[in-house]
């Protein structure tokens, strides 16, 4: 069974709707974190989680927000999706301490018409 | 923030050939990550460096720390079909407290003809 699993792996969306795309982990990981993959551009961080209580802006948090309902779980929302959202997006993991390795998860496919 | 530039943005080589790709950064980091993406797929862990200089392998896998803490290469030997995909540098500036993500370099896209 895979480490981190993120639900669900493709979806196709309408402008304005709300979007939730959720990350579920069972390495035990504390640290979480939401990327977003455009073509020639790489990762870019949208949000960060240290823990249950603790939620952290990245590069590219506007239009997004999340929720850390668990150690295990960590989800993204778009409140008003828009076309420029339409992208890869990515939920990783880390143990924390000086060892700083992510695990990612396999991916959703996010379009938005 | 911190910018990395990875080069070459794609290369095209025969099946047996090295490849050679690096990233540089306008700032130092504390550890540099080399990750490869398969089609459809999150990035996975290739090579973790953790001390400028460090010179690590893993299988035909090479990656080099540099001495600055600005840069990092990462060499593939004598390439096969599977290492086709997409390569990525990242690099991570912990300061103590946390650390807040990492950068990534936007990739290196890896195509190999038989």
């Known amino acids: 069974d895979a480490d981190v699993t993120q639900t669900p792996r493709n979806r196709i969306t309408k402008t304005g709707k709300r979007i939730m795309l959720e990350c579920s982990q069972t390495?035990?990981?504390?640290?979480m974190y939401w990327y977003r993959q455009d073509p020639g551009l790489g990762l870019r961080l949208i949000y960060y989680?240290?823990?249950?209580?603790?939620?952290n802006k990245g590069e590219i948090s506007d239009g997004y927000s999340v929720s850390r309902q668990a150690q295990a779980k960590f989800s993204l929302s778009l409140e008003s999706a828009i076309p420029n959202q339409t992208a890869l997006y990515f939920c990783?993991?880390?143990?924390?301490?000086?060892?700083?390795?992510?695990?990612f998860g396999p991916g959703t496919r996010l379009t938005v018409l | 923030g911190q910018q990395l530039n990875q080069s070459p943005q794609s290369m095209f080589i025969q099946e047996g050939e090295d490849v050679s790709m690096n990233c540089t950064s306008s700032?130092?980091?504390?550890?540099w990550l080399w990750y490869k993406q398969d089609p459809g797929e999150g990035p996975v862990l290739l090579i973790a460096?953790?001390?400028?200089?460090e010179l690590t392998s893993n299988g035909r896998l090479t990656a080099q720390f540099g001495i600055t803490r600005k840069d990092s290469f990462l060499n593939i030997s004598a390439s096969i079909p599977s290492d086709v995909g997409i390569y990525f540098c990242?690099?991570?500036?912990?300061?103590?407290?946390?650390?807040?993500?990492?950068?990534f370099g936007k990739g290196t896209h890896l195509i190999i003809q038989p």
């Open positions: 990783a993991t880390e143990s924390g301490g000086f060892y700083n390795e992510q695990f």
């Open positions: 990242a690099g991570l500036l912990y300061s103590g407290g946390g650390a807040d993500g990492l950068t």
């Open positions: 460096l953790y001390k400028a200089g």
């Open positions: 390495k035990g990981h504390d640290r």
């Open positions: 700032s130092i980091f504390n550890t």
């Open positions: 989680s240290f823990d249950v209580k603790d939620i």
